[in-house]
């Protein structure tokens, strides 16, 4: 069985497009096209439906995916065995939350780029669940998570670092002006700029500002740090970040770190869907990853803030709720 017709079909499975999947094949639509048809008369089978809103997965399809995957995976195993010890080359796509992509990952590739050319990083930002979607689908190879706990049945998740975040306002905010720390009950009266749903501190914060007994804290969400914290800068509330995010701020005064509450360092997660096989492009990617990021019991404990940090996450109880995998 030529294996480009596999390629196609799991490409055209994740997209669900014909237009989508000739791009990241770079191919033409047509050739897609063929690929499919010849591959659904070798097997004898329909694996698709084709629809006004594009390809989609029949049941009989949807059972063989998992098998050309794993004889894709099987493939390039192979490949890498045959090439020896020094093939470290190939593309690795990795998902990660925006804050990483904009200040530790830029870094890694350079790094990269330098030591290991051959290997070819495509980075894309998401949230935890559009991660974990990507490992699953095949679409991503490593993902990275910004998560205390990531239980997934089919995604393995080891602890590889520490983020600090911090809790901050533009120096014309009120707070600002405070010599105590801003009580919960006062925080849950602010504007408060939060990312989207899915974001593991932004969510934890919501939800301690909303246990606050008779609370209606302004929330905000959005899709992007930039937006939070340039809505922060103009003095129109406050937000919560990583640290690596408002340094620049923090230091040219831009921004200042509130005493409280302390929120614990947010841990990054490294994620990796557990069948398939980790490249060694990927591999090379995890180490160099591995010594640009903060170690993962201390975390990077520098920062530029006007006082002395508080002590652990206190506030309103929290009720536990069930986790979605």
């Known amino acids: 069985m030529d294996t480009r017709l596999l390629h196609t079909f799991t490409a055209l499975a994740r997209t669900g497009s014909f237009t989508a999947a ?37 049941g009989t399809g949807r059972r063989l995916l998992e098998r050309a995957e794993d004889v894709l995976d099987a493939v390039a195993r192979l490949r890498a065995d045959g090439a020896g010890d020094g093939a470290a080359g190939g593309r690795v796509v990795v998902g990660t939350p925006e804050s990483l992509c904009t200040t530790r990952l830029p870094g890694v590739v350079a790094a990269l780029r330098t ?62 002006a405070r010599a105590d720390a801003p009580t919960w009950a006062e925080l849950s009266g602010e504007d408060v700029f939060l990312l989207e749903q899915g974001c593991s501190y932004s969510d934890e914060l919501e939800r301690r500002l909303l246990a606050v007994p008779g609370a209606r804290p302004r929330l905000t969400r959005f899709g992007s740090v930039d937006a939070a914290r340039s809505c922060v800068t103009a003095g129109l509330g406050v937000t919560l970040l990583p640290l690596t995010t408002v340094r620049d701020h923090l230091r040219d005064g831009r921004l200042l770190r509130l005493d409280g509450p302390r929120f614990a360092d947010a841990p990054v997660r490294l994620a990796r869907h557990r069948r398939r096989w980790t490249s060694p492009a990927a591999e090379t990617f995890v180490r160099e990853l591995v010594r640009h990021l903060p170690d993962r019991q201390a975390g990077n404990t520098g920062s530029v803030t006007r006082r002395a940090p508080a002590g652990p996450v206190t506030g309103p109880p929290v ?5 979605v995998s």
Not at 143 to 172: M, Q, Y
Not at 319 to 323: D, I, Y
């Open 115 to 176: 030591s290991h050319p051959e290997v070819d990083v495509q980075l894309y930002a998401g949230g935890t669940a559009r991660c974990v979607e990507g490992l699953r689908s095949g679409r991503l190879d490593l993902a990275l998570l910004l998560e205390e706990e990531a239980d997934f049945p089919d995604v393995a998740t080891e602890l590889i670092a520490r983020e600090p975040l911090a809790l901050v306002c533009a120096p014309g905010h009120p707070l600002a």
């Open 22 to 58: 000739a791009a990241e094949l770079h191919l033409a639509q047509s050739t897609v096209t063929v690929h499919i048809r010849a591959l659904e008369r070798e097997l004898g089978v329909r694996l698709f439906d084709r629809l006004p809103t594009g390809a989609l997965l029949t």
């Open 319 to 323: 009720r536990p709720e069930a986790k």
